[in-house]
């Protein structure tokens, strides 16, 4: 059976999504810690990360670098904070998340998100990452 990943990659279930190209995407947390949480999946599942083809790895690192001069942009933190936990969906994906201490990068602090929120916060970031000339958030 499919990810729960994959069925929002394919459009099975909901998602906001602030960007999409051919290996990966990144879309809007259900769950999260702060405003602008967010996370970047590879389109093919693999369940643990370090699994991952080189090629794909690096590519999602690059896919959360772009994404994070997105999150910089509209939320102004101290940095981006990037976390592989795994364990809740067996598809490979990178927590992305702007913070200003290293306490706020902790999953007891989630909270469930109305979908208004998540589509508001996803239409800042991707403007933000379409005003950095970065054509993948063209995908809401």
């Not at 999946?41 to 794909?56: I, K, R, S, T």
């Amino acid at each position: 059976m499919a990810s729960i990943f994959t069925q929002i990659i394919n459009g099975e279930l909901p998602g906001h999504f602030i960007w999409r190209d051919e290996r990966a995407v990144a879309f809007m947390t259900i769950a999260p810690i702060k405003s602008g949480h967010c996370l970047v999946v590879p389109v093919e599942e693999v369940d643990h990360w370090d699994d991952m083809p080189e090629e794909l790895a690096a590519h999602l690192m690059l896919v959360a670098q772009k994404v994070a001069k997105g999150l910089k942009s509209v939320y102004q933190p101290k940095r981006v904070g990037v976390m592989v936990a795994g364990l809740e969906v067996p598809h490979t994906h990178l927590h992305l998340l702007p913070i200003d201490a290293i306490g706020e990068l902790d999953f007891s602090l989630q909270r469930p998100a109305e979908a208004d929120e998540l589509a508001a916060e996803a239409q800042k970031i991707r403007t933000s990452l379409l005003d950095l000339g970065f054509k993948e958030a063209d995908c809401g």
